[in-house]
Every structure is written in structure tokens, then in C-alpha cells.
């Protein structure tokens, strides 16, 4: 695999992994100013999940690599996004927009870490829609529990 240098968050936890991985999967946006991105279409998203903390957990992992690819890619790829329950037609903050899909991401990965006992932090998410264009995904601090 080509190495990939992100944009890093700041924080200050002992620890922080990345995990990349892609997924194939089609969506449409559901707005008049979509334009040709109203039809029906597919890419094959890349994305590169940060996760950090300070305690390791019984195995020695922050977290487990599979577990963050498993969440994403055993739910999206090879889907139509419109069709996951996680997205709306009704309300734009649900629309399967680039922006959208990386904090879908960011809540589906941040909701298993929060039943972790070592409870760390999904601090980023950077995902890739097409060669020349990407969205960057940072949770401020309230939306943490």
C-alpha cells in the first residue's frame, strides 16, 4: 500500500493508531443542488480512522485494528448509503454527503468505543471519496460522553 500522510489532530493521550482501509459503495444526494450527484453513483471511499488514548486494554490494545475496519466496511461496503438507516432524505444533516458519511463514521466507531472499559477517542476521521477530493472529520469536545 502507498504511505498516506494525514493531517494530524492534536491531543495530548499517551497513544494514537490509524487504521486505513477502503469500501465500495454508492449514493446519491437527495438536493437540487446536487446536480449530477442527485443520480445514483459509486465510489470506492478511502478512509483513515485516528484513534487515541491512554489506557491499553486487556489484550494490550488501544484497540483492536479489525474491530474499527469491521464497523465500517462489514456495514457500508457494497451498499447503496441511502439505504442505511444511519441516512435521510428528509434532512441535510443525513444526506450520504462526503462530510456526512465521515461523521456517520465518527458516531458508529465513537459509540463502540464508548463501551470499551479503556475508553478511548475517535479523534479524526479522513475520508476519501475521489483521487482529488477529501473530507477531514474532528469531533469537538462536547460530543464526547
Not at 446536487?34 to 488514548?53: K, Q
Not at 489484550?59 to 441511502?82: A, E, M, P, W, Y
Amino acid at each position: 500500500m502507498m504511505q498516506q500522510i494525514y493531517p494530524a489532530p492534536a491531543h495530548d493521550f499517551r497513544y494514537e493508531l490509524n487504521k486505513d482501509f477502503q469500501f465500495a459503495a454508492a449514493h446519491y444526494v437527495p438536493h437540487d443542488e446536487a446536480g449530477a450527484c442527485r443520480n445514483l453513483h459509486g465510489h470506492t471511499y478511502f478512509a483513515n480512522i485516528t484513534v487515541a488514548g491512554d489506557e491499553l486494554n486487556d489484550s494490550g490494545f488501544l484497540v483492536n485494528f479489525q474491530l474499527i475496519k469491521s464497523l465500517i466496511h462489514n456495514r457500508f461496503d457494497h451498499t447503496i448509503l441511502n439505504n442505511d438507516a444511519l441516512f435521510s432524505e428528509d434532512t441535510s444533516e443525513r444526506f450520504p454527503t462526503t462530510e456526512v458519511v465521515a461523521r456517520i463514521i465518527w458516531e458508529v466507531v465513537q459509540k463502540e468505543l464508548d463501551d470499551t472499559p479503556n475508553k478511548p477517542k475517535c479523534l479524526q476521521v479522513y475520508l476519501r471519496e475521489t483521487p482529488t477530493s477529501y473530507v477531514v472529520y474532528r469531533p469537538k469536545k462536547g460530543d464526547f460522553l
